[in-house]
């Protein structure tokens, strides 16, 4: 069910822009527009998934070993950071196609720095484990989901400037 609307979400993101822009790179934009609109949502996806991990870690640390728990903790408030920055990027990329080309820098530009942010939060969240004595298996499965995090929110920024590139030439044409 989740699959089938995700797929409808995603047709009618690309009808929306399609008809709402209508040039002559219109379908490379849109297509531009839905992969890194998907690759946002993947990585907002993964987020949520990382931090519940995390969350579940921090409770077996919280009472036995108290050093531990508090870059599990550290790192799990970065997590949450991030989750938060990436659900920003969603509804900012909702409102770039809702406002359209007029506002167009002002939304990328948040987009941008949001994302940037959340990846930021994920190598600072890696950081935090540099000496620490965390049970080698535990510290290694944190760290190999926040990097993937981090991989997956670099993916999402790279397709949407992608995006960025392919909308902007338009947007400045438009006004001239």
């Given at each position: 069910?989740?699959?089938?609307?995700?797929?409808?979400?995603?047709?009618?993101?690309?009808?929306?822009?399609?008809?709402?822009?209508?040039?002559?790179?219109r379908?490379?934009?849109?297509?531009?527009?839905?992969e890194s609109?998907?690759?946002?949502?993947?990585?907002?996806?993964?987020?949520?998934?990382?931090?519940?991990?995390?969350?579940?870690?921090?409770?077996?640390?919280?009472?036995?070993?108290?050093?531990?728990?508090?870059?599990?903790?550290?790192?799990?408030?970065?997590?949450?950071?991030?989750?938060?920055?990436l659900?920003?990027?969603?509804?900012?990329?909702?409102n770039?196609?809702?406002?359209g080309?007029?506002e167009?820098?002002?939304?990328?530009?948040?987009?941008?720095?949001?994302?940037?942010?959340?990846?930021?939060?994920?190598?600072?969240?890696?950081?935090?484990?540099?000496?620490?004595?965390?049970?080698?298996?535990?510290?290694?499965?944190?760290?190999?989901?926040?990097?993937?995090?981090?991989?997956?929110?670099?993916?999402?920024?790279?397709?949407?400037?992608?995006?960025?590139?392919?909308?902007?030439?338009?947007?400045?044409?438009?006004?001239?």
């Open positions: 069910m989740a699959q089938i609307s995700l797929s409808f979400l995603l047709l009618l993101i690309f009808a929306a822009v399609g008809a709402e822009y209508p040039t002559i790179r379908q490379s934009r849109a297509r531009a527009f839905i609109q998907c690759q946002t949502t993947v990585s907002l996806a993964r987020a949520v998934s990382t931090r519940a991990f995390v969350t579940e870690v921090a409770k077996q640390f919280k009472y036995t070993k108290a050093k531990d728990y508090q870059a599990i903790k550290d790192c799990l408030d970065q997590i949450n950071d991030g989750v938060d920055q659900t920003n990027c969603i509804n900012e990329t909702q770039i196609t809702q406002y080309q007029s167009f820098p002002w939304h990328a530009s948040n987009v941008q720095t949001w994302m940037s942010t959340a990846q930021t939060d994920a190598t600072t969240c890696i950081d935090g484990f540099s000496g620490r004595t965390i049970g080698g298996k535990t510290r290694a499965l944190i760290k190999a989901k926040v990097l993937n995090l981090a991989q997956v929110t670099s993916n999402a920024l790279a397709l949407f400037n992608k995006f960025a590139a392919r909308y902007r030439p338009a947007a400045n044409a438009t006004k001239s």
